[in-house]
Nanobody, 121 residues
Framework: VQLQASGGGLVQAGGSLRLSCAAS????????IGWFRQVPGKEREFVSAITWSGGIPYYTGSARGRLTISRDNAKNAVYLQMNSLKPEDTAVYYCAADPSVITDPASYKYWGQGTQVTVSS
């Protein structure tokens, strides 16, 4: 099983990034995919998630309206389009997979390595 997050980088406040999560080694379209982020010294927090079909997206309050999650089951990939980025969005972003759409990171079955997002003011 492998989940690989990519697309992070350094961007100025107000800018945009598109994160990708590439999956392999499991039946991708049986799983919901979640995005989480973590800064040093803090717990990993939920950002967004999408059901196995892609029909229902979920967002944390601070992400709603600025972030858009989508998935392409033919490519075993999930994307997180991040617009109007703020310095407080700076974190390592992780994608994770689980059969259920859940916001608790402890419950996710598979995790990938993260990608660093840095938003400068």
């Amino acid at each position: 099983v492998q989940l690989q997050a990519s697309g992070g980088g350094l961007v100025q406040a107000g800018g945009s990034l598109r994160l990708s999560c590439a999956a392999s080694g499991f039946t991708f379209d049986d799983y919901a995919i979640g995005w989480f982020r973590q800064v040093p010294g803090k717990e990993r927090e939920f950002v967004s998630a999408i059901t196995w079909s892609g029909g229902i997206p979920y967002y944390t309050g601070s992400a709603r309206g600025r972030l858009t999650i989508s998935r392409d089951n033919a490519k075993n990939a999930v994307y997180l389009q991040m617009n109007s980025l703020k310095p407080e969005d700076t974190a390592v972003y992780y994608c994770a997979a689980d059969p259920s759409v859940i916001t608790d990171p402890a419950s996710y079955k598979y995790w990938g390595q993260g990608t660093q997002v840095t938003v400068s003011s």
